[in-house]
């Protein structure tokens, strides 16, 4: 591949916050031409911290202020060179703002409009406000999530990025489509059913079983050994998941108690799911001994699938990250250099992700304005003076 | 597309095309992939032609069995590969370099091939070698911190993962997203791809906000409940929102803006306490928040899950219900957008799948167009016909 796969594709970005412009950040690493467009009448709530920097990498920004009659015409001028535009207001707000489908198609009849919202636009409850937290819960995906007999998790940043990554993916199939048919679509999306959509296991056990899944902690429905287990420090686990016997015999010879493997209660995955509480005990007996990394290092040496249970800023510095290359070192809008990621992906033998410092608001008018739509310089200023291109 | 992927990363990533409309044939060894001994099991009884979970992976799909390390197998499966646009494999065990059959062999016979190779560490760095599940990707990766968020004391409770198998579908869905993305450049310039997915960097890209942190010297949220000072993005603790417990369960809200939090206000009709300089401001309400939530208890606890979202979504404040996948079964949105989508299976019976999260214009998506395949179940009409 010579060029990276969406290069030639223009995405006028009107999303804000997580899910939106997680995806078009995907769209813009692999090579499209990602146009976001805010205002400093209504900021980007993201761009209160550090992770603006993050979401918006290799992005343009020109700033507009769509709420009036000049910014919602130069809005439709963006349209007409666009291949895509997306957008993840709650339902309704779109079409509000004068940009519903109908009207973005009549501008551009074969542009793809991706719409996400959280319960999707359409159904009783396709106007209730929703945050990704939120969600989590609606849609059962905490139910099977947390200890046994405890109340429900709250945490949990997953919603957003998981959605993103989908919508990423659900406008490549459309670009697909208009490749083979010269058509545009639009897509409507839900955050709730992505989620809903992810927990089929538990769905299923309840119409098989008339089961209503209870969450696990960290343990298995199957297998066992299964769980994170103490190690030298405070707070400090090694997660370990026994999947085979092999993998059992291993594990038992590593921590020098070879009668357990010889025992045949234990010989299957059901006798140690049976037993599991007695075999946590003896295993810590050895985790406790050696750090978390040490213990992956000699687990994983013997073949038991096994990692540290890290914070965010070990994540950071995980040798694993840095030696694959996932970081880059990119300049923040506050001049200093700073690491920051990559795409989980690589295209062997073909171009690396297009990866640049996140925006300022406005730092590509220029260019959108004057170089791509061909506006007089003065008509800018204009603009700008009347709080248009603000 | 040809489905070489075992478990659930590899034939996740098939199925999203699947339900996008490709043709998707599930390879298999002789002994099957090895979902079909994972449960959810009618009865709990394992039997390879009813597990929930690879009866949801795999439908829309055809299956075929093949080994693949036989020269008949190889042979077969050169002749599928030579008009396939996508390979999804998902190795260990089955990898298709060690076969013989990687990408610069396939690429002979195939030059546009897509061949897409989900590992849990992708084929470079220090772990490249390791194995991992879903349970060792999600604490790697930070998501057992995040999700349970700080306790009374961390040492007796430790990090926990998320139900379900979310790790490995984020390798799918990162895999599913490159081979799209991929596919549009092959029908523009006929050129084919070789990706590589990392599961762990799947997970971790998951929590790019939180890597943005790291890289402004900001230290990890604290998991000791006692050390919290502010409320991470995306967890809910104190004023960004939480639970209630309700006469039927537990209600979840979030009026974290001021403006929500005057409407939320109303919604409880206006308590005395409102104006109490302890809750009157965002960051008073975060300082006081465990009498806060507990004045808020007070009130939910009489009220069922329902009839508080209501009355919150009626002031436009975000507020959902805590479901159980029961209440997903019965939830009238859902049924109103048809989420659902019911299959008949020869070995399983009819059962509801979850559907997809998207809607195109002007095209159906197909479902359920089939049951997740019987073993072998296309052996004769498709593997009979290779030329």
């Known amino acids: 591949m010579s060029e990276l796969p969406l290069h030639g594709i223009r995405v006028l970005d009107l999303s804000w916050i997580i899910a939106g412009p997680t995806a078009t950040r995907f769209m813009a690493a692999m090579g499209a031409e990602v146009i976001k467009v805010g205002s400093a009448r209504r900021p980007d709530p993201s761009t209160r911290g550090p992770a603006f920097q993050a979401y918006n990498q290799s992005k343009l920004y020109a700033s507009l202020n769509i709420s009036t009659t000049e910014g919602l015409a130069l809005v439709k001028q963006l349209l007409v060179v666009s291949d895509v535009v997306i957008e993840n207001f709650a339902a309704g707000v779109i079409e509000r703002l004068g940009l519903g489908y109908e009207v973005v198609s009549a501008v551009r009849p074969d542009i793809i409009m991706v719409a996400s919202s959280g319960t999707g636009h359409s159904g009783p409850h396709k106007d209730y406000v929703a945050y990704g937290s939120l969600l989590q819960h609606y849609t059962g995906w905490n139910s099977i999530s947390g200890y046994p007999g405890r109340e429900p998790v709250t945490g949990g940043l997953w919603a957003d990025p998981w959605v993103g990554m989908e919508l990423a993916m659900v406008t490549a199939a459309a670009l697909n489509n208009r490749a083979l048919t010269g058509q545009g679509q639009y897509v409507d999306f839900s955050m709730a059913e992505a989620l809903s959509a992810t927990i089929p296991e538990a769905v299923l056990d309840y119409q098989m079983n008339g089961r209503v899944k209870e969450p696990l902690g960290n343990r298995d429905d199957w297998y066992a050994p299964h769980g994170v287990y103490h190690c030298v420090g405070a707070d400090r686990w090694v997660a370990i998941a026994v999947t085979n016997d092999a993998e059992w015999v291993s594990l038992c010879q590593l921590i020098h108690r070879p009668d357990l493997a010889a025992d045949p209660m234990y010989a299957d995955a059901a006798g140690r799911h049976e037993h599991r509480d007695h075999l946590d005990a003896a295993i810590t007996a050895w985790t406790i001994q050696h750090e978390d990394h040490e213990a992956m290092q000699l687990l994983q040496r013997a073949g038991v699938p096994s990692g540290p249970s890290q914070d965010i800023l070990r994540v950071f510095n995980e040798p694993q990250l840095r030696e694959a290359g996932y970081f880059t070192e990119l300049q923040t809008s506050d001049g200093e250099l700073r690491d920051l990621p990559g795409l989980p992906w690589r295209l062997e033998g073909g171009p690396g992700p297009y990866l640049t410092e996140a925006p300022v608001l406005g730092q590509h008018n220029a260019y959108v304005y004057q170089e791509l739509l061909g506006l007089p310089e003065t008509e800018v200023d204009r603009m700008i003076e009347d709080q248009i291109i603000y | ?387």
């Open chain 2, 1 to 387: 597309m040809l489905d070489v992927g075992q478990g659930i990363s590899g034939p996740y990533c098939a199925k999203i095309l699947a339900q996008m409309g490709a043709e998707v044939i599930k390879v298999e060894p002789p002994e099957g992939d090895a979902a079909r001994h994972m449960g959810p099991f009618p009865g709990d009884d394992p039997h390879p032609e009813k597990s929930g979970l690879f009866l949801a992976l795999n439908a829309n799909k055809y299956g075929v069995t093949l080994d693949l390390a036989s020269p008949g197998g190889a042979e077969a499966f050169r002749k599928l590969a030579a008009s396939a646009d996508i390979i999804i494999e998902n190795p260990p065990p089955v990898s298709l370099a060690d076969l013989g059959l990687g990408y610069d062999a396939l690429q002979n016979i195939n030059p546009g091939l897509i061949l897409a190779s989900i590992t849990p560490f992708g084929n470079r760095g220090p772990y490249k070698d390791f194995k991992a599940t879903d349970l060792v990707l999600y604490h790697m990766s930070g998501h057992a911190h995040g999700l349970l968020g700080a306790v009374e004391d961390p040492d007796s409770d430790p990090p926990i993962r998320a139900g379900g198998h979310q790790a490995e579908l984020v390798g799918g869905m990162a895999a599913a997203t490159a081979a799209m993305m991929a596919l549009y450049r092959k029908r523009i310039t006929g050129e084919g791809a070789r990706i590589d997915i990392s599961s762990f960097e799947a997970m971790v890209t998951q929590l790019i906000s939180g890597l943005a942190n790291s890289a402004y010297g900001r230290p990890a949220p604290p998991r000791d409940l006692s050390k919290v000072e502010e409320a991470a993005i995306g967890g809910m603790v104190g004023a960004i929102g939480g639970i209630l417990p309700c006469s039927d369960g537990y209600v979840a809200i979030s009026p974290r803006e001021d403006a929500q939090w005057e409407r939320w206000l109303l919604v409880m009709d206006s308590p005395a306490w409102a104006t109490d300089d302890r809750y009157s401001t965002r960051d008073a309400r975060q300082k006081n928040s465990p009498s806060l939530w507990k004045l808020l208890s007070e009130w939910s606890i009489n009220r069922s899950k329902h009839e508080i979202s209501r009355m919150g979504q009626e002031q436009r404040v975000p507020c959902f219900p805590v479901n159980t996948v029961l209440d997903l079964l019965s939830d009238e949105h859902l049924a109103h957008r048809e989420f659902f989508v019911e299959i008949e299976h020869p070995a399983a019976g009819t059962l509801k799948y979850p559907g997809a999260a998207y809607r195109f214009s002007g095209t159906e998506l197909p479902l359920a167009a089939r049951p997740a395949p019987l073993l072998g179940e296309h052996n004769m009409s498709i593997l009979k016909n290779l030329v």
